[in-house]
């Protein structure tokens, strides 16, 4: 979603800074016993390496559960076509007020399980607001044109534009997905953050799709991630 590189990285700004202002502390508080600073420092610094080895371990983790369990779906449903009220498709931040990779990657995988009356979804539901500066088109908006050029029937998408995070996104879906059979397509780093957010809001009956999982060359995002997890756990939205 829009946004989402400067809000996850809060979470790396947030674990440094305390490291930062005691290392200044030490270069200007001559008076002061630099000992017990250096050592505030290094308890700081092992803090910090702890926080991003435990979340990467949990990042890992959930990675590898999510995609054994889309396999599992994937599998189902190549015999059995799974019908489920709501699909809902997370939007991806515009860039030139026109949609990135990523985002054409999930609307065209969901359209391949359409084709392949492997999925079908009562309601698709794009959610995704207005995430680029100085641009009021949504992604919700294109992600519909796509979609009705590739044959989906536009009485059956609902668009969620007001969100402009990973957490609006399941937090403005929530309540048609709560007590429903649904489907989240995202990509497939987004994953392991969708799932915390969704048990945040008891969505327990939805199955996460990520795409791109043959794609895997562009380590970045996966990166990234990690800190997007980190600023959950400190509540920035």
């Known amino acids: 979603m829009g946004y989402e590189l400067s809000r996850s990285l ?3 700004l947030l674990l440094v800074a305390g490291e930062i202002i005691c290392t200044l502390i030490i270069l200007l508080e001559k008076g002061i016993k630099r000992k017990l600073f250096k050592k505030i420092v290094l308890f700081i610094e092992a803090l910090v390496l702890s926080v991003l080895v435990l979340t990467s371990c949990l990042y890992m983790f959930l990675l590898f559960y999510l995609n054994e369990r889309q396999e599992l779906f994937e599998e189902q449903i190549s015999s059995s076509r799974c019908k489920v009220e709501y699909v809902v498709i997370l939007g991806s931040q515009l860039k030139h007020g026109k949609m990135d990779n990523h985002l054409v990657d999930r609307l065209d995988y969901f359209c391949k399980l359409e084709k392949n009356h492997e999925l079908e ?3 698709i539901i794009l959610s995704g607001g207005a995430t680029e500066d100085g641009c009021s088109i949504t992604e919700s908006q294109l992600m519909a044109e796509y979609l009705i050029e590739e044959g989906i029937k536009p009485e059956k998408i609902l668009s969620e534009s007001k969100s402009t995070t990973t957490y609006e996104n399941i937090q403005n879906v929530s309540e048609y997905c709560k007590d ?10 987004h994953l392991p953050r969708i799932w915390l957010i969704t048990k945040k809001f008891n969505l327990n009956d939805c199955v996460l799709l990520g795409t791109e999982r043959k794609k895997r060359g562009n380590s970045y995002h996966y990166f990234e991630e990690i800190f997007g997890i980190i600023a959950y756990f400190l509540n920035i939205r």
């Open 121 to 123: 979804g009562k309601y």
């Open 180 to 189: 429903n059979k649904s489907v989240i397509i995202s990509s497939e780093y």
């Open 10 to 12: 809060w979470g790396f």
